[in-house]
T-cell receptor
Framework: DGGITQSPKYLFRKEGQNVTLSCEQN?????MYWYRQDPGQGLRLIYY???????QKGDIAEGYSVSREKKESFPLTVTSAQKNPTAFYLC??????????????FGDGTRLSIL | QKEVEQNSGPLSVPEGAIASLNCTYS??????FFWYRQYSGKSPELIMSIYSNGDKEDGRFTAQLNKASQYVSLLIRDSQPSDSATYLC????????????FGSGTRLLVRP
């Protein structure tokens, strides 16, 4: 089945530790996105990527890093510089990129907590 | 800062009623509008997209867009308890065409 797979579903981070959240899609979508959702809040954009080997900062990129070495994969690293990482992390993808009207589709999310 | 505003709710309606969810946006140049449904603890699921003024119907759902008033709404006819969820409005503007701006969502509760 085509879709977006995020792993793990739950993740715990220790103080000073970097953790990486995985996002893989087999929809052949060009654009991929990472969002953060805090309880009772909307989604805030962390990073996005239009094509392989290119990505841009979103509204809240500090303390996060990404890579886009393959079209299918867009992993997010939550670094120790992110002091308040507890949130629900959502990966999304869409056909096309700049100028496109296509909607974004989401993976099932990763819930990150601090130990 | 471009904004998308939604009443947080909860909006409580009886089963079988019409639920009306509203969203206003600040970027007059916005071109694409989406409604997502998010069940508690789950990820958002696309239910409607609308790009031009007027109504767009899909089953029990109708999206309404009024660009002059910068207003988009979602009507759910014959509401069911399974419709109880948070509904997120998302808007894509002209000058940031890659980026969706999400509202904080309206929580809908359908009473049996």
């Amino acid at each position: 089945d085509g879709g977006i797979t995020q792993s793990p579903k739950y993740l715990f981070r220790k103080e000073g530790q970097n953790v990486t959240l995985s996002c893989e899609q087999n929809l052949n979508h060009d654009a991929m996105y990472w969002y953060r959702q805090d309880p009772g809040q909307g989604l805030r954009l962390i990073y996005y990527s239009q094509i392989v080997n290119d990505f841009q900062k979103g509204d809240i990129a500090e303390g996060y890093s990404v890579s886009r070495e393959k079209k299918e994969s867009f992993p997010l690293t939550v670094t120790s510089a992110q002091k308040n990482p507890t949130a629900f992390y959502l990966c999304a993808s869409s056909i096309g990129g700049v100028g496109g009207n296509q909607p974004q589709h989401f993976g099932d999310g990763t819930r990150l907590s601090i130990l | 800062q471009k904004e998308v505003e939604q009443n947080s709710g909860p909006l409580s309606v009886p089963e079988g009623a019409i639920a009306s969810l509203n969203c206003t946006y600040s970027d007059r140049g916005s071109q694409s509008f989406f409604w997502y449904r998010q069940y508690s603890g789950k990820s958002p699921e696309l239910i409607m997209s609308i790009y031009s003024n007027g109504d767009k119907e899909d089953g029990r759902f109708t999206a309404q867009l009024n660009k002059a008033s910068q207003y988009v709404s979602l009507l759910i006819r014959d509401s069911q308890p399974s419709d109880s969820a948070t509904y997120l409005c998302a808007v894509r503007g002209v000058d940031s065409s890659y980026k969706l701006i999400f509202g904080s969502g309206t929580r809908l509760l359908v009473r049996p």
